[in-house]
T-cell receptor, first 112, second 115 residues
Framework: KQEVTQIPAALSVPEGENLVLNCSFTDSAIYNLQWFRQDPGKGLTSLLLIQSSQREQTSGRLNASLDKSSGRSTLYIAASQPGDSATYLC???????????FGKGTRLSVIA | ETGVTQSPTHLIKTRGQQVTLRCSSQSGHNTVSWYQQALGQGPQFIFQYYREEENGRGNFPPRFSGLQFPNYSSELNVNALELDDSALYLCATGGGLAGYQETQYFGPGTRLLVL
């Protein structure tokens, strides 16, 4: 059974810092991995999707990497801003028509 | 803005009651999944519908049931509500052949409180 773990559970950084959020999964035979952002009490916004054949994806200040063999992904946020404050969720899909399996998320606070 | 809408946004019920939550997807998204997110937890998969048929279910009891309509909108029904059913309920839609999906698009969720 696939399990997803995110470390740390919470992170507080000053504005402008570069930071890394970690995600690990137990079964490396995944179809894809997705990073989401969730603002308090709100739904999920997809940030980046990495297919199993890819090593990384970039969007603006965000970069996500995938190492399937070690069961790890990282989300790198450059030059953090207070507007980046949210919970970041990592989710994996084991095949194309199976559901997403989520971690518990990392709650990020960027202090101005 | 994902184009996925859910109603109602908030709901308060008492234990033992029944509730229906609704989700409308983007045009062409033939798969809908429902997730339950308790406070401080990641979303947990409830079930998935593809072309009006349930084609996957998580570890939830039968009192959680669903429907998908020809226009691909969907309902989640929960009978005999329990206090632990209090959570944010998210629907997610996607499209593709035989239910295969790439990115899933999530709605804003319905916050259910059971007293």
């Amino acid at each position: 059974k696939q399990e997803v773990t995110q470390i740390p559970a919470a992170l507080s950084v000053p504005e402008g810092e570069n930071l890394v959020l970690n995600c690990s999964f137990t079964d490396s035979a995944i179809y894809n991995l997705q990073w989401f952002r969730q603002d308090p009490g709100k739904g999920l916004t997809s940030l980046l999707l990495i297919q199993s054949s890819q090593r990384e994806q970039t969007s603006g200040r965000l970069n996500a990497s995938l190492d399937k063999s070690s069961g790890r992904s990282t989300l790198y946020i450059a030059a953090s801003q207070p507007g980046d404050s949210a919970t970041y969720l990592c989710a994996v899909r084991d095949s194309g028509n199976t559901p997403l399996v989520f971690g518990k998320g990392t709650r990020l606070s960027v202090i101005a | 803005e994902t184009g996925v809408t859910q109603s109602p946004t908030h709901l308060i019920k008492t234990r033992g009651q029944q509730v229906t939550l609704r989700c409308s997807s983007q045009s062409g998204h033939n798969t809908v999944s429902w997730y339950q997110q308790a406070l401080g937890q990641g979303p947990q998969f409830i079930f998935q519908y593809y072309r009006e048929e349930e084609n996957g279910r998580g570890n939830f009891p039968p009192r959680f049931s669903g429907l998908q309509f020809p226009n691909y909108s969907s309902e989640l029904n929960v009978n005999a509500l329990e206090l632990d059913d209090s959570a944010l309920y998210l629907c997610a839609t996607g499209g593709g052949l035989a239910g295969y999906q790439e990115t899933q698009y999530f709605g804003p969720g319905t916050r259910l409180l059971v007293l």
